[in-house]
């Protein structure tokens, strides 16, 4: 079975720093599109950052700058740094993996950013 599980979540300032994981198993993450998404309340889920196979990274303009996605192949773990949080950031983050028609979502992690 595959299984994505996130953590890291939490309540943090803003101006804070956050980081986020994605362990997988019954995958490889080396071939697979992993994304991070955030959905939050009353809005549609978005994407946030994207790492490519062939490692080419891709990020939502809002978050330019301000998060990192990493890929540890070792540890079959995807990461995604958040730096300089806002209040808007606050969201559930998911971790997806995508491998043609194949694709898996993990539970989710709540992210809060409030003073």
């Known amino acids: 079975q595959v299984q994505l599980v996130e953590s890291g979540g939490g309540l943090v300032q803003p101006g804070g720093s956050l980081r986020l994981s994605c362990a997988a198993s019954g995958i490889i993450v080396s071939i697979y599109a992993m994304d991070w998404y955030r959905q939050a309340p009353g809005k549609q889920r978005e994407l946030v950052a994207a790492i490519t196979r062939g490692g080419s990274i891709n990020y939502a303009d809002s978050v330019k700058g301000r998060f990192t996605i990493s890929r540890d192949n070792a540890k079959n773990v995807i990461g995604l740094q958040m730096n300089s949080l806002k209040p808007e950031d606050t969201a559930v983050y998911y971790c997806?993996?995508?491998?043609?028609?194949?694709?898996?979502w993990g539970q989710g992690t709540q992210v809060t950013v409030s003073s």
């Open positions: 997806k993996a995508q491998y043609n028609s194949y694709v898996y």
